[in-house]
């Protein structure tokens, strides 16, 4: 069955509009699936990176959204080092060594939160940073 030039034209004319739709909806989201729903709403979380070294810390942003959220210690210093949020039930990670890491997730409300090292004198040596929860 052979199609006239013309109905040739309109199936590739469709299908290059296909390919274009679907090339400007990709590039209007970011590859992340849509938060889920609850009844209160979009259930949110996120995730914040923290690297400890002697005797400090660097966090991948130091401002997140109130509700759940994940923090993920790296330990890129030589010695043993932890995170916990001061004041939070359950907020911390296990003691651990160079290169290893550890996680812990949290339901946070807006406000200041102090994150530190609780291993030996490491926070009194700077082993402390504020996030602000909003």
Same mark, same amino acid.
């Given at each position: ?34 938060? +889920?729903?609850?009844?209160? #709403? @979009? ?6 990176? $923290? ?5 400090? %810390? *660097? ?32 907020? +911390?990670?296990?003691?651990? #060594? @160079? ?6 997730? $949290? ?5 200041? %939160? *102090? ?20």
């Amino acid at each position: 069955m052979h199609r006239s030039p013309e109905a040739a034209l309109r199936h590739l004319i469709v299908a290059l509009l296909i390919v274009a739709f679907a090339g400007i909806l990709a590039a209007c989201t970011d590859g992340s699936p849509a938060p +889920a729903e609850t009844s209160d #709403g @979009p259930v949110t979380s996120t995730s914040v990176d $923290v690297s400890a070294f002697e005797y400090g %810390y *660097t966090a991948s942003t130091d401002t997140v959204p109130a509700g759940e959220v994940t923090f993920t210690l790296l330990n890129t210093g030589g010695m043993a080092h932890d995170l916990v949020i001061e004041g939070v039930d359950g907020a +911390a990670t296990a003691i651990i #060594g @160079p290169t290893e890491t550890d996680a812990f997730t $949290v339901t946070l409300e807006p406000g200041t %939160y *102090t994150l530190y090292c609780s291993v030996g004198t490491h926070r009194d040596l700077g082993m402390e940073l504020e996030i602000t929860v909003t």
